[in-house]
């Protein structure tokens, strides 16, 4: 994850040509996101086929992989972005539109090797500060997860304990079932 200080504003940085990874503008910086790998990419396509499986079809919400949202003078890609279909600023053609600039009602980050958690967390409490109701940060080395409410202590999950969702979405799971989406073999 490279980091570079930035003297353009946040709509300057946003004319700038996408990277890969993306880049993310948070207080001035422009740091750039590490590639997914292995554990990361896996974790983050079923988190996103388990949502949708469950919201898509009756319209309630969609989970959106790799979004760039941008709000509060920032611009942070989280690695699962959950709005609310009501929430989703569809054009005037019904259709999905290159840019949100508002926060997720669900954000998802997984912690990547090269990253520093408290980047990513920052991302997090960002999102909630500006009207997210719940973030999740998976730490795959630790198989746990830390779970953040507006206006609440985070809770630090792990095993069997049940995950909070948005009430809406009526899915239920485990720790020990999101990560046991990382076993493929055998």
Request: aromatic residues 8%; charged residues 20%; hydrophobic residues 40%.
């Amino acid at each position: 994850m490279s980091a570079t200080t930035s003297q353009l504003t946040l709509e300057e940085f946003l004319k700038l040509p996408e990277t890969k990874p993306a880049s993310e503008y948070i207080n001035g910086e422009i740091i750039q996101k590490p590639m997914p790998k292995g554990r990361h990419s896996r974790l983050q396509g079923k988190l996103c086929a388990a949502v949708n499986q469950v919201t898509e079809e009756q319209k309630i919400a969609y989970a959106f992989p790799e979004l760039r949202c941008s709000f509060g003078n920032c611009s942070i890609v989280a690695d699962v972005a959950v709005f609310k279909w009501g929430q989703i600023p569809f054009t005037i053609n019904g259709e999905v539109p290159d840019n949100f600039e508002l926060p997720p009602d669900w954000t998802i980050e997984i912690l990547s090797p090269e990253q520093k958690p408290n980047k990513v967390i920052g991302n997090i409490l960002h999102c909630l500060k500006y009207g997210s109701r719940l973030g999740w940060f998976l730490d795959p080395d630790d198989l746990s997860i830390l779970v953040f409410l507006p206006d609440q202590q985070p809770m630090l999950l792990q095993g069997e304990d049940s995950l909070p969702t948005l009430e809406e979405i009526e899915i239920k799971l485990t720790v020990n079932q999101v990560f046991g989406w990382l076993k493929m073999a055998g």
